[in-house]
């Protein structure tokens, strides 16, 4: 477990924020930002800044990181970021990861089209400064997604208002991925990567394309407008009761079209959605999670527990041999 106290340096491990915090509830920790904005994190979201780490003072809006390689500093507009990195170990595939680089925690739906369908690639709440993977796959996988749109709430937790945002439609050039050069250091990981900016938040709403800008009309009232909706969760469909959820994570549960589907991405989607479910359950903050991985050859029963031992804040262990037999994880979420 990590151990964190008010007034200690902090920063963001999925982003470039950094800052102080402030206080400390539960496993919630509250940072104050350097541009003077508190917002919630958990404990496995941050890193103490070690004294060899040099925190520059900027007055400007500059994004200043201390992972790039070389120096640089990019002017970043707050919006949301989509960033791929190429997976070390197999040139071919590319985590895809949706970046909220701003001080709202925003709701999402992330949807594909594919020729005259449309599938939904994940809904979900991206906290404030974070970032979530969204995509894992082979270059020949992305490449079947032919156009994207994201439909997003934004949810301003100090006012406790929720403002809700269009529609957007972008494209990504994949072919770009097969070309060294758009992988570059950025403020966002440590590896170089290709970041394409989607959204931008400003007083007017910005659709950004990869080759040009598309600017709506400014309006004279702001883009955002109240809405009094919930909020709602990733696991609220696996709920069986008011603290607990139970997610079957056999593949033809999953993936409609697992049969066409290569074991090892059945595999890699399967423990990437295990891992969305624990942080929603978490969000939402379940007493208890249930995992359904079957029996088969232990494949994702290993990888499973491989995952929930980098956890922090949960026990796990088998689940009811009566109720589920030898085929489930249960995980209590501590505090």
Sequence with gaps: MKNFKPGQKVAFISSTEKGTITKIIGDII????????EIPAYKNDLIALSSEIVVEEEKSNEVQSSTLKRSSRVNLARGIYLAFI????????????????????????????QGKETHSVLFEILPAGDAMLVFDDAYETLTKHQSLKIQFMIIDVDEHLFYKAPVISFDIKWNKLLTREVFQ???FFDEEAYVVKIVDFGQSLKTIGESNLLYEKKHEKPFLQPDTANATY????????DETAEVDLHAEKLFPDYKKMLPEDILRKQILFAKQCIDSARQKRLKRLVLIHGVGSGALKNELYNLLRKEDGILFGEASLLKYGVG???ITFEG
């Design 328 to 330: 489930a994880i249960e």
């Design 234 to 241: 990733l696991i609220d469909r696996y709920q069986i009761d």
């Design 86 to 113: 190429q997976n070390e170990e197999e040139k071919n595939f590319f985590e895809g990861y949706l970046i909220n680089f701003s001080k709202y925690n925003v709701a999402f739906h992330l949807v594909s089209s």
């Design 30 to 37: 509250y940072v104050k930002l350097e541009d003077g904005f």
């Design 185 to 187: 250091p950025n403020p």
